[in-house]
């Protein structure tokens, strides 16, 4: 399918539904202008709608890009007195096709209606905190990337002859159609993309990825007040929306508590009070975790997320739709703690960073990844490949079709991003809870390969 094809007809109706839902202004205050060395100064792009780029068919665009394309060399060179040597590239494939990826029923499994792959530019990278750097993306072609702030993308690259798939959250609001930015966070236990991201990845370098995927947008619901909830680096995807929401002047009661370990870890710090000081109506609060806080002139909160500090920054926690990001066991204590408080559980979103998270007791698969014990003896019938595989529910769908060399397409392996849906025909499979598959299609006999288990013998339409 026609990119170009598909933003047209996704034009309108995105477009509504963003202003709508935000209740935001079509033009973004002239007077508001975030740090210099990281948005450049484009008086003519801020009298347009914010989202005019973002939602134009390409033809009216397309001599804009030309001119952005033919000024890359000079916004190179603005953007290097802020780079840093790293000794090696990525070594990147050619650029991909830019197909749709399209969901039962001709719907689209992307919130923002399309995902494709592409190869994009390093325009500039700087660091956040001690180990934690954020990287400007741009497309030198000019087209747009179209998604929804809060989404994630999934980069392709190539370590030691070896290509590594990690999926990362866009820091980046879509008011910004030129860049795409992520912040990655180095892995003291030892994450290979990550930490090869942080130490190589220079401005200039190549990188390609897929996306956008991910349902955890404040675009997805119609609410007036919010409340954001994160632990460390699960402030990415809350930055992404906040910064939309400030862009677009959204009429949104907005409340954040942030949890870091130290000053020196919290991400974007000089940006979230710069966005706190200039909306009223947006408050936030920090709490520091670390055990010796006598050695800082911290004179915020202190200690893990509770009830008492929820209570006390959101007192009207029942009227609010909540986003909670981070790891894993802090968003269980988010959590139960939310519930406990009576937040209706229809109005708590969460977005996990861990990988394919098992039902029951983890033990080694021969592929090397999550798996659970033993729930059964069981056939799977892959139909159109025809092929039958014994099974015992230690292992996903996903698992069993790519170890006997059967292509299921699969980017996250969390459950969020809806490549790897196929259709059961018969039988019965579980899934986890964290897969994000709608109720609808649920009930039609799709699901998602990476986080469904076979329950019985089943048929697979694939």
Known sequence: MNNNNDNKKSAGFWAHRLFKQAGASLIVPQSKTYFAHRYHDDQSALERNPFSALFSSAGKEQKNRESDTANV?????????????????????????SNISQAPGGRSNLASGAALSAQFTVLNCYDETPD????????????????????????????????YKRSYSLASSPTRSKILEITVKRDPNGGIVSNWLNDHLKIGDTVNLKGPFGKFSCVNQTCEKILFLAAGSGIVPIMSMLRWLADTDASIDVRLLLSF?????????D????????HKNINMAITLTTDAIARYQWRGLTGRINKKMINKLVPDLQERTVYVCG??????????????????????????????????????????????????????????SDKTIAADGQM???DIAIKNGIIIAHECRNGNCGECMIKCLKGRVEMTDQAEIDDLDRKKGWVYACCAYPASNVVLDI
């Open 73 to 97: 060399q000079q916004f190179f060179e603005h953007e290097s007195s802020l780079s840093r040597d790293y000794p090696d590239t990525v070594e990147s494939a050619p650029t991909c096709d």
């Open 132 to 163: 934690t750097k954020t990287y400007r993306l741009g497309r030198l072609n000019g087209r747009i990337f179209d998604y929804l702030p809060g989404q994630y993308i999934t980069l392709s690259i190539v370590i030691s002859g070896q290509e």
């Open 261 to 269: 370990r130290t000053p020196e870890d919290i991400i974007y710090r």
């Open 271 to 278: 940006e979230l009070k710069l966005i706190a000081a200039r």
């Open 327 to 384: 790891p894993d066991a802090f968003m269980a204590a988010c959590k139960k703690k939310l519930l406990k408080l009576k937040l209706p559980s229809e109005k708590l979103f969460c977005e996990s960073f861990t990988v394919n998270s098992p039902i029951n007791k983890p033990k080694d698969s021969g592929l090397g990844l999550p798996s659970r014990i033993e729930t059964g003896s069981y056939q799977v019938n892959f139909a159109k």
């Open 396 to 398: 996903t769908l996903l």
